[in-house]
C-alpha cells in the first residue's frame, strides 16, 4: 500500500482505491478488493462504465448474462456495461482482486457506500453496512442498476 491508497470497508469487504478519478482524469478507476468465502453482491449492470476482474488469491464464480464461469489466480474477466452480471467468492478463503472501470465512477460508488477503513483487514462481523434500500437508492445515483437480492442468480 502507498501513502496516497485509500482505504474503504465495502459491505463486508475491504478495498484499497489505488487509481480513481482524481488521479486518472476520469478516465479509470483500479480497485483491490479482498472478500470473505460467500461475498456475493446483488446481481446488478452498469449504465456508465465498462468493467473487469482479475483474481488475484482464491476463487470467484461469475454470473454474466446468464453463463456461469469460474476463475482463480490468472483469470480475467471483462463485464460490459450494460450487461448483468455478478459474482460470488467460492473459495475457501477469502479472495484478493483487480476490479477496474473505464469510464472512472465505481470508486466514487464505494466511498458512497463505504466507511474509511481503520485498518487493512476486512471489516469486524459489526461493522454496519447499508440496507438494501439505502444500497439501491446509491448505485442507482452511480448509474447501477441492482437486479436482486444478493448472490447468484439460478
Known sequence: MTDSDETVWFLDTLIIIRAS???TAGRLDLLEQTAPSGHAPPPHKHQREDEWCYI???ELTFWLDGGRSVGGPGSLVF?????PHGFAVTSSDPARFLIGTSPS????????VGTRAESPTLPPAD?????????????AEHGIELLGPPGLPD
Open 79 to 83: 463485464l460490459p456495461k450494460g450487461i
Open 56 to 58: 488475484l488469491d482464491g
Open 105 to 112: 465512477g465505481f470508486g466514487s460508488f464505494v466511498r458512497a
Open 21 to 23: 478519478a482524481d488521479t
Open 127 to 139: 461493522h454496519p453496512m447499508s440496507s438494501p434500500d439505502e444500497l439501491g437508492r446509491i448505485a
